[in-house]
Each structure stands twice: as structure tokens, then as C-alpha cells.
């Protein structure tokens, strides 16, 4: 059978919802309590369409205007007590800050253009990995795209980084090659028309990982 009318669940001792069904689709009132704060929407053809959506996997708290984001839209990095708010109009992206929760100082901004990065920094971060720093220019990659490898004081190092113009590598190349045997090992190289130019590299080819050597002609 199919599920219609109205849906309870009590999904933890933090938080429960009711939720209307019509044959099987989301379509009506949605109302979650979470704490002490009651959150409404209405949804629409298995969607939210309006009102203050507060998802039940992630707990974000998003705002929709028929059918479309709108408003301030927040997601918490914990392992870097990070906060990242991001604008919503009328359903398009407009900006991402970035905010230490710690001391309330914008880490990083990126400005949309047509739901695309435009201007500033995009920060990529995965858990306990690594994290990404890209800067945008006129909706392109321009400077030194950063990745930093996380390190067992809780902060980040410096791993990889290259040097873009106009979405095309061009300049200087850096990687930090860690391994038992050897320590640390920089490889630094040039980059010319998307291309390795002179210096060293380092390739992955199928399994393996090497060192290419470039010498300028």
C-alpha cells in the first residue's frame, strides 16, 4: 500500500516530526521539533515549497519561498568548528562566508555568479584529510590553489599547491612527500600553458607514484 495522511516519528530522545503523505508523496504540512524549538514547512510534490525546513539527517535549518532556497542557509564543520553561510535568493546561490565559531572572524568569501563560483576563496574541507583552498577571479581559478593535509596537532600543513591563471596551471608547483624512508622531500616544478615546464613533478601512473623530472627547452 501506499502511505496517506498524516506521519508520525519520534526519531530520537532531540527530535521528532509530522509529516502528510499523499499516496506515498510528500504534500502538505511538515512540522519537526527539535529541542525546544518547532520548525513548519509545507511541502509540495515531495519537496519543501514553503516555509522553515529544518532536514532530519543533517539538521540544517533551510528556508524556502516556492520552492526555491531563500535566506541564510548554515552548515557546521565540527572538526573545525567551522561555520559555512551560505546566501540563498529566490533559489540562487549569491555568497558563502566562512566562519571560525571560536573567535567569529570570516575565515574566507566567495561571491556566485549564476549558481557558480566568481570571486574570492572556496574553502573544501573533508573531515580529518585535508582541506582546499581555490581563489576565484572573474568566475575563474586565479592564484595559488592550495591543499593542506591535516596533522596530528589538530591544525593543518601546507601538501600541494599551484599556481593558475584564467583556469590554466601557469607558475610555480610545490608538493610535500612524506614517507618512512626518506622524511620530507619538496618537489617544486613550473607549470607553462597548463603543461609541466621545468623542475620536478609529482605523477601518478596507474598504481604507482613518481617523480618526473622537466627540464625547459
Known sequence: GKRNGLYSRKASYNYSYTLEYVNDIKEGIYTLTYKDSVYTATFKDDLPYNGSYLNPENLILENYVNGNRDGYITETNEYTQLDFITLFKEGEKIETSVIDKLTKKEISKLIYKNNKAFDGDS???????????????NGKINGLKKKFSFVSSGDFELLESIEYKNDIKEGNYFY?????????????????????????????????TIISNYKKW
Not at 574553502?123 to 576565484?136: A, G, M, V
Not at 597548463?194 to 604507482?208: I, M, N, P, R, T
Open 176 to 208: 610535500k612527500l612524506k614517507n618512512e624512508e626518506n622524511g620530507i622531500k619538496n618537489i617544486e616544478g613550473i607549470y607553462k600553458n597548463d603543461q609541466a615546464y621545468e623542475g620536478s613533478f609529482l605523477v601518478k601512473e596507474k598504481d604507482l
Open 123 to 137: 574553502l573544501y574541507i573533508k573531515d580529518f584529510s585535508y582541506k582546499e583552498i581555490t581563489p576565484f577571479k
